[in-house]
């Protein structure tokens, strides 16, 4: 059964975004069944909702983060995930020091679906932003998901 974590640095915005996302895609797809899809956060404190912007945002796209609870990377996530999809360089830097055995299984989002790396940026910092951030996000993760099928059944 392939798995997917997505990380971000809170937990509370990107990451458990994209993991609904990519949900939502896998059941479209009528993957869902097969696949676990998990998300976490470089720097966390476990337990915590999801920020309220990011509800309406995942709300907006018919994802619903209610349930969602943070959670910090940990070597047992790690381990268990065939692709850890990041969102910043420095993610994935701060996964390799803290993990090594992690550092093959860890890409940038951005890369993995469009070839291109490139951070995605905080929406929590750039709150004027965070609509169009949140709708490139999602959409990336839509119209990408045969990209993280590949990348994760071949691993």
Request: overall charge negative; charged content about 20%.
């Amino acid at each position: 059964m392939p798995s997917v974590l997505f990380v971000c640095t809170g937990n509370q915005y990107r990451s458990p975004i994209a993991a609904q996302a990519f949900a939502q895609r896998l059941k479209h797809d009528g993957r869902d069944a097969d696949w676990q899809v998990a998300s976490a956060g470089t720097w966390t404190s476990p337990g915590r909702p999801a920020l309220p912007d990011a509800l309406g945002f995942a709300q907006s796209f018919g994802l619903d983060l209610s349930a969602h609870r943070t959670r910090a990377v940990d070597a047992q996530l790690l381990q268990d995930a065939d692709i850890v999809l990041v969102m910043e360089m420095g993610h994935k830097e701060s996964i390799g020091v803290e993990f090594p055995f992690a550092r093959k299984k860890v890409r940038l989002l951005s890369d993995a679906i469009e070839g291109i790396a490139y951070d995605i940026p905080d929406p929590a910092s750039s709150r004027a932003e965070a609509g169009q951030i949140l709708r490139d996000l999602v959409n990336m993760v839509r119209a990408g998901g045969a990209n993280i099928y590949r990348i994760a059944e071949a691993a």
